[in-house]
Nanobody, 115 residues
């Protein structure tokens, strides 16, 4: 059974940075494309970024140029470096398989961007 554990969220001022981590288990991590998703209060969950098994990266227009997704296959971990954060980035962030998030969702990690 796939288990995903997100961490690294917190409260940050506009313009600040955070680095999220997602540790995966119960799967052959290196062959799977992984993605980050987020859900803001009152909104549906949306896709943020994806990385395939070859390391190619893809981003939603709203975060392109500010967020960077990466992976460490040796650690079964995917990361999301978030720079130039805006209040509208406030959400619970989740990782999952990508482009189809077939695994059970983890608990997510809260990111709050506020002054």
């Amino acid at each position: 059974q796939v288990q995903l554990v997100e961490s690294g969220g917190g409260l940050v001022q506009p313009g600040g940075s955070l680095r999220l981590s997602c540790a995966a288990s119960g799967m052959v991590f290196g062959v799977n494309a992984m993605g980050w998703y987020r859900q803001a209060p009152g909104n549906q969950r949306e896709w943020v970024a994806g990385i395939n098994s070859g390391g190619s990266t893809f981003y939603a227009n709203s975060v392109k140029g500010r967020f960077t997704i990466s992976r460490d296959n040796a650690k079964n971990t995917v990361y999301l470096q978030m720079n130039s954060l805006k209040p509208e980035d406030t959400a619970v962030y989740y990782c999952n398989l990508w482009p189809v998030p077939e695994a059970s969702w983890g608990q997510g990690t809260q990111v709050t961007v506020s002054s």
